[in-house]
């Protein structure tokens, strides 16, 4: 998960939803090491959000499942984090 804003109870997120926490690390390491997320989003996301480079759009605080949730109006911002394990 690439989180780039948060306004106070709002924030904007990217994602890229896939099946296995080991998928996810390779593909987290891709990315550390310089792939563009926005198109490994698009070639390995489970989610629709993949055709948009995984964006999620602008959300406010509680709308989303309670682990991302909590990620994304904790962590860092403009950080890659993850895995983060959720019902989907």
């Known amino acids: 998960m690439w989180r780039w804003g ?24 891709e990315i550390e090491k310089g792939a563009d997320f926005a198109s490994v989003a698009k070639t390995d996301s489970n989610c629709p959000s993949s055709g948009r480079g995984g964006d999620l759009g602008e959300f406010r605080n509680g709308q989303m499942v309670k682990a991302f949730n909590d990620v994304v109006f904790s962590a860092e911002l403009n950080q890659l984090h993850g895995p983060i394990k959720t019902r989907f």
Not at 6 to 12: D, G, L, S, Y
Not at 21 to 27: A, P
Request: with cysteine; proline share 0%; charged share 40%.
């Open 6 to 29: 948060r306004k106070k109870q709002k924030a904007t997120a990217r994602h890229i939803l896939v099946s296995s926490r080991e998928q996810c690390e390779t593909l987290k390491l």
